[in-house]
């Protein structure tokens, strides 16, 4: 820092928050540190009794707070972003659409072991909204090196940006629900409801719906037609189970030509089935699904609907963080649930 008289200043960054009184009106900061001086500003801080000023002096090798957020923004920020303009050395990334937040976390903390240097982040994969705050960043000082920032830019280089949104697509979506109970009137279809609230709530297009009971092939033929009317993602409800008659699992093991996994370290939701036919992704629903209202499929229906192509690894991560809280007011995706 320097001291120097304000005529002198022009063009020089404020050191420290100036403090404005005008008795029994305001007092506050009527310049923030980081403030770049201006000629409008001389009158003005004079006013203030403001004859001398302390200033930053910035060498070539140095880089403002508001320059150093930026770049680190234009490096870290990738697809579905934009930007906060700089305030006090602060960017804030948020989301052009709802979607998924994709973080590379590795690269992450690599960003973040260099020294006065934040990127601050939610957590990868949560399900965000139009116009939400995902990311922020800055330096710690005033200014700092350059090289720092550079090398922050080397660490993005060629993967277009650390962070992006996956927006949700409208997907075509069928429904098969299973359960000779149901199929044969002796109950009312509860669970039926409950995916097409799903599927509405994520922005995925209601197709149709398919009735089977307990009997392999014609659960089989269910989940076949749906396919063969253009469903981009089939939600299957109801025996998911090891009981006798819950034959739910084998045939979407039948129809599919991969099977990510039955079974998840997720609850509720652990008999949950991931498979696909082709690209047609393949959800095999436990009763949960019915009666809680936040389970595995809130984890995996989104993530499906950005067009991510899931696998076993992605599945297994989900341990960590798996455990619902069961809370009385149920906030999720504001939670720990998942992540």
Do not use: W
Not at 175 to 190: A, F, N, P
Request: glycine share 10%; proline share 4%.
């Amino acid at each position: 820092m320097k001291k120097i008289k304000v005529e002198d200043a022009v063009g020089m960054i404020l050191a420290h928050d100036l403090t404005k009184i005008v008795p029994g009106e305001f007092k506050g900061a009527a310049y923030k540190k980081g403030h770049v001086i201006s000629e409008e500003d001389i009158d003005k801080l004079k006013d203030m009794g403001k004859n001398h000023i302390n200033v930053l002096e910035l060498t070539e090798k140095d880089i403002h707070e508001d320059d150093a957020a930026q770049r680190i923004a234009d490096a870290i920020g990738g697809e579905g972003l934009y930007y906060t303009d700089p305030s006090e050395g602060k960017v804030s990334l948020k989301s052009k659409a709802k979607g998924i937040l994709k973080i590379d976390v590795d690269r992450l903390d690599s960003i973040n072991d260099i020294e006065l240097v934040i990127v601050s982040t939610l957590h990868n994969n949560t399900l965000v909204d139009k116009g939400q705050v995902v990311a922020g960043t800055r330096i710690i000082p005033l200014a700092t090196e350059k090289d720092k920032i550079e090398k922050i830019e080397n660490i993005c280089k060629g993967t277009g940006g650390i962070i992006k949104i996956n927006s949700l697509k409208s997907m075509k979506v069928g429904i098969v629900t299973t359960g000779s109970e149901v199929y044969d009137g002796r109950i009312k279809d509860k669970f039926g409801p409950v995916l097409k609230d799903k599927i509405n709530h994520y922005g995925g297009e209601f197709a149709d719906i398919e009735y089977a009971p307990d009997d392999l092939e014609k659960i089989e033929g269910s989940i076949r037609k749906l396919i063969d009317r253009g469903c981009e993602v089939i939600l299957t409800s109801g025996g998911m189970s090891v009981d006798a008659d819950d034959v739910t699992p084998t045939a979407i093991r039948n129809v599919s030509n991969e099977v990510i996994t039955y079974g998840s370290p997720i609850l509720p939701g652990a008999m949950f089935m991931l498979a696909y036919k082709n690209e047609v992704a393949i959800l095999g629903i436990p009763a949960c699904g019915m009666y809680h209202k936040t389970t595995v499929l809130d984890l995996i229906f989104p993530r499906v609907l950005t067009g991510e192509k899931l696998t076993r690894k992605d599945i297994t991560k989900l341990g960590h963080g798996g455990l619902c809280m069961k809370c009385d007011v149920c906030r999720y995706p504001i939670c720990p649930f998942g992540k």
